[in-house]
């Protein structure tokens, strides 16, 4: 089947560390992956993307990594402040409309 | 704010009455999309509208569903005859200032909460 997931629902850091999220697909033909950050009561905020023609692609504090061979990515995020405390969900975009979310993993900062 | 809006944000009603929520996208997107969110879950996609077209439904949106974009600009989504089981997030998103692309990256509303009781 096709679906998009998540290997751990809860991730706890210290603050000033780096947090890495993980993500599986199982469409190999997927082309376009983005990650959203979903603060509590809010809509998920786009953080960084990356298409199938890259392995890597950086933003500010943020690296999206992506791995076709075993059709994995990972977000890390670089010296986690209190304010990325949030969900994280990796989407895979199918064209038109057809977004895919996974499941979502919940990031604690701790001071 | 230039963002994608929602209202309401919340909205309470009781089993078997109809609701309608509004969204209103980034001004200069011209695709618009409708997801829901229950609980720890990620959003599930109902439908999108390129312009005033509805080009895609999920088979999420039952018949009681109905989803609008009459002048291309702003989109409805009503809900007749509603159940329980339609409590969640229901959360608007735009995209798109030229032909569709797999790219498209795809900017979100708020969301309307949805409490059926």
């Known amino acids: 089947g096709e679906s998009v997931g998540l290997h751990l629902p809860t991730l706890s850091v210290q603050e000033g560390d780096n947090s890495i999220i993980n993500c599986a697909y199982s469409?190999?033909?997927?082309?376009?992956f983005i990650w959203y950050k979903q603060e509590s009561g809010k809509g998920p905020q786009f953080i960084i993307d990356?298409?199938?023609?890259?392995d890597k692609r950086q933003g500010q504090r943020v690296t999206v990594l992506l791995n076709k061979t075993v059709k994995h990515l990972s977000l890390q995020i670089a010296a986690t402040q209190p304010g990325d405390s949030a969900v994280y969900f990796c989407a895979e975009n199918r064209g038109q409309g057809n977004l895919i979310f996974g499941k979502g993993t919940k990031l604690s900062v701790k001071p | 704010d230039t963002g994608v809006s929602q209202n309401p944000r919340h909205k309470i009603t009781k089993r078997g009455q109809n609701v309608t929520f509004r969204c209103d996208p980034i001004s200069e997107h011209n695709r618009l999309y409708w997801y829901r969110q229950t609980l720890g879950q990620g959003p599930e996609f109902l439908t999108y509208?390129?312009?005033?077209?509805?080009?895609?439904k999920s088979r999420l949106l039952s018949d009681r569903f109905s989803a609008e974009r009459p002048k291309g600009s702003f989109s409805t989504l009503e809900i007749q005859r509603t159940e329980q089981g339609d409590s969640a997030m229901y959360l608007c998103?735009?995209?798109?200032?030229?032909?569709?692309?797999?790219?498209?990256?795809?900017?979100f509303g708020p969301g309307t909460r949805l409490t059926v009781l």
């Open positions: 509208f390129q312009n005033e077209a509805q080009l895609e």
């Open positions: 990356i298409r199938s023609n890259m």
């Open positions: 998103a735009s995209s798109g200032t030229g032909l569709p692309s797999a790219t498209d990256t795809q900017y």
């Open positions: 469409n190999s033909a997927s082309d376009y």
